[in-house]
């Protein structure tokens, strides 16, 4: 399951989504940071990272501390 995140300005996104090749006792996460674009044009990806599962966790919980806020997938 996805999880995204928008910033306050509305212009960046984040998308958390696992990876499908961790192992279950090392769950990875993917994290996707970039903007929708108007038009149907393809996303703006910035920048990919993966990281472990309790470490998106944290950067989630820091993101929604800054302000971000819960919506729907933007891309």
Not at 10 to 31: E, G, L, M, Q, Y
Not at 37 to 65: F, I, T
């Amino acid at each position: 399951m996805d999880g995204w995140l928008q910033d306050p300005q509305c212009f960046w996104a984040v998308r958390f989504h696992k990876d499908p090749d961790s192992w279950i006792r090392d769950v990875r996460v993917f994290v996707d940071h970039g903007r929708g674009m108007a038009d149907g044009e393809p996303a703006l990806l910035k920048s990919r990272r993966q990281m472990r599962y309790e470490d998106a966790v944290a950067l989630w919980k820091q993101l929604v501390r800054n302000g971000w806020s819960v919506v729907e997938p933007v891309w």
